[in-house]
């Protein structure tokens, strides 16, 4: 796997986070559901040795769900796996622009934050440290040629009566399953613009409000369901700042080395069980198995297949015979409108510090949804990433740095005008196997397609950070989901149900 390892160093080692009481133990349970099935693991990989060309597990997608996945059957001794993967490279969602001399800046997934125990135990396990994003200093907004600045205090909330409000409605909407909700109907008949269409706030505090719920979400709070919303912040312990804050919420730290080293350094370790563009095309007999795939580069046999993929691209694969009813149209429904535009530009020095600035930016109706300081621990030199509006900003990335370039200079000062290198990253162009780098889910859609996301069906079985049971549309609820996967794979190995 050395294109996998190209141009990455090792990491230092992991930073603890902080740890709440029920995620933690949360693990502790799922790896004593592990040790359980282990004992019955082996023998049944023994008798599938039997049949060579049928493999125990197959798993299709090597972002973090899937590699994950992968990680737990060898670490249970099952041997008998492979990883088919449609790119030419492992991470999924996560990728990471290589700005030399060892620094990277992350095009898709980077945050993790307190209560996010399973990617922060990932990383600590895999030698990959972490350290705290930079907030300090005031925000810069800009509305046309207006210009002003804000104290930023790591956080976006202006209301601690709305923030608590919101924090006790989540209580009743478990993230798991959220439409089992008592309000269920109630929340999902609504989006979050709805509901804060009823607090009457100032211009200034429905900025805020909506700025916090579009980075968490990658939608606008018109499209996003309440009861959607509220699940999030069930996932964060009810508490409102652990999701969309950067100081004590889930934007809190970043992982050293970019975010795609996790899943590198899981592919590694697994060396030729994952196999770097192979589409799959068709699935067969998929209900009793073995299950017959046909990729671009062959067929695999399996008597379980972990599907690690979002819902959306589950209909770019043919499935014989068709999938239940509900299932398929859930996955033709699944949203798939955040694509997500990423960009980063990179500067001798990172010389807003100096001015007292933060480095992050919000434009009311410019190209720039969000901009941030993404520069190194070190500090060597500097970085602006940006989630940018793909219909305001030019599709051409010389000119589209050139547009970017000009606001951080009408921000931060006309040093912004020269960068020394400039990267980005459109989800939504840049291959057919994201199409949409986040999930945000409308109204209506929870209370009529929530309850085929997760059960397995046939031998089919469900990952991705969509079907986690906490922390969904996260780097760590990909990983929760690629546990549970697994243990599910290894139940149905040793003769139990999937």
């Known amino acids: 796997m050395d294109d996998i390892a190209k141009k990455h160093d090792e990491a230092p080692e992991a930073a603890a986070l902080t740890r709440r009481g029920f995620l933690g133990m949360a693990a502790s349970v799922t790896a004593a559901a592990t040790a359980a099935v282990l004992p019955n693991v082996a023998s049944a990989v023994t008798a599938a040795s039997d049949s060579r060309d049928v ?58 934050g307190p ?16 350290f705290l994003t930079h907030w300090e200093g005031d925000l810069v907004m800009l509305a046309g040629n207006a210009r002003t600045t804000l104290a930023n205090d790591g956080g976006f909330d202006t209301d601690p009566k709305l923030r608590r409000e919101l924090e006790e409605m989540a209580r009743s909407v478990p993230t798991a399953a959220p439409w089992t909700s008592p309000r269920a109907a109630e929340f999902d008949a609504m989006s979050l613009a709805d509901w804060l269409a009823t607090k009457h706030l100032t211009p200034e505090d429905q900025i805020g409000w909506a700025l916090a719920a579009q980075l968490t979400t990658g939608t606008a709070p018109e499209k996003l369901s309440m009861l959607h919303y509220l699940s999030l912040i069930n996932s964060a312990d009810c508490n409102y700042r652990q999701l969309e804050a950067i100081k004590g919420g889930a934007q809190e730290s970043r992982i050293s080395g970019g975010s795609q080293i996790l899943s590198i350094k899981m592919a590694e370790a697994l060396g030729d069980k994952v196999r770097l563009s192979t589409p799959v095309l068709r699935i067969e007999n998929w209900q009793n198995g073995p299950v017959t795939i046909h990729t671009a580069k062959g067929v695999v046999r399996a008597r379980s297949l972990i599907v690690a993929l979002s819902p959306s691209l589950c209909n770019q694969i043919a499935f014989d015979p068709p999938l239940p009813e509900k299932r398929r149209e859930m996955q033709r429904r699944w949203p798939a409108y955040a694509p997500m535009r990423k960009t980063a530009h990179v500067y001798k020095k990172a010389f807003w510090r100096d001015k007292g600035l933060d480095g992050m930016l919000v434009q009311l109706k410019g190209p720039v949804q969000f901009a941030y300081d993404n520069s190194p621990e070190d500090v060597s030199f500097g970085v602006i990433s940006a989630f940018v509006n793909n219909g305001v900003l030019p599709s051409d990335p010389k000119a589209a740095e050139t547009e970017l370039s000009r606001i951080y200079a009408q921000a931060f000062g006309d040093e912004a005008l020269h960068p020394v290198a400039y990267h980005e990253h459109d989800w939504g162009k840049a291959d057919n196997w994201s199409l949409s780098c986040t999930s945000p889910i409308p109204p209506g859609f929870l209370t009529k397609y929530g309850d085929v996301l997760h059960p397995p069906i046939g031998r089919l079985i469900w990952a991705g950070t969509e079907t986690a049971e906490i922390w969904i549309t996260t780097m760590d609820g990909a990983i929760r989901s690629g546990h549970k996967a697994a243990l599910q794979a290894l139940q149905a190995a040793a003769g139990g149900k999937a």
């Not at 590699?67 to 249970?76: E, F, M, V």
């Not at 996010?116 to 990959?128: M, P």
């Open 55 to 112: 493999l125990e597990v197959a798993i299709i997608g090597a972002g973090l769900a899937g590699l994950t996945a992968a990680r737990d059957l060898k670490r249970a001794g099952c041997e008998s796996f492979v990883v088919l993967e449609a790119r030419d490279r492992v991470g999924g969602r996560t990728l990471n622009h290589d700005l030399g001399n060892g620094y990277f800046s992350e095009a898709g997934g980077q945050w993790i």
């Open 115 to 130: 209560g996010q125990t399973a990617i922060a135990n990932l990383a600590r396990e895999l030698g990959v440290g972490t």
